[in-house]
C-alpha cells in the first residue's frame, strides 16, 4: 500500500491550494478515504472524508464551506481543495485509508506540509 500526498506549500490568508494523494498498492474504488492533518505541536485531526463512488462527503465544522474533498477511482487519486485559508489551517496534511472512523486504523501518507501566513 502506497498514499502518496503532493501540492502542499505556502499560501498567503484567503488563498488556496489543491492536493492529490496518488494510491497505490490497493482497491482505490473499495475504501473511504480521507484527509487528515497535524499542526505544529497538536495531534493528528481528522478534516475529511469521501464514501467509495464519491457522492458523500463530510468535514468538520472547522473547514466545511471552504474545503472540497474529491476523488478519481479511474486515476486512483484522491484530492482536497482548500479555498480561504486561514493561518490555523497550517499543518503537515496526510491522507489515509478509511473513513471518519477508521481512518486511524490503516495507513496514511507521509505528508505534504501546508503554510498559511503572510
Known amino acids: 500500500v502506497q498514499l502518496v500526498e503532493s501540492g502542499g506549500g505556502l499560501v498567503q490568508p484567503g488563498g488556496s491550494l489543491r492536493l492529490s494523494c496518488a494510491a497505490s498498492g490497493f482497491g482505490f474504488s473499495n475504501f473511504y478515504m480521507s484527509w487528515v492533518r497535524q499542526a505544529p505541536g497538536k495531534g493528528l485531526e481528522w478534516v475529511s472524508d469521501i464514501n467509495l463512488g464519491g457522492g458523500t462527503t463530510r468535514y468538520p465544522d472547522s473547514v466545511k464551506g471552504r474545503f472540497t474533498i474529491f476523488r478519481d477511482n479511474a486515476k486512483n487519486t484522491l484530492y482536497l481543495q482548500m479555498n480561504n485559508l486561514k493561518p490555523e489551517d497550517t499543518a503537515l496534511y496526510y491522507c489515509?485509508?478509511?473513513?471518519?472512523?477508521?481512518w486511524g486504523r490503516g495507513p496514511r501518507g507521509q505528508g505534504t506540509q501546508v503554510t498559511v501566513s503572510s
Open positions: 489515509a485509508r478509511g473513513s471518519f472512523t477508521t
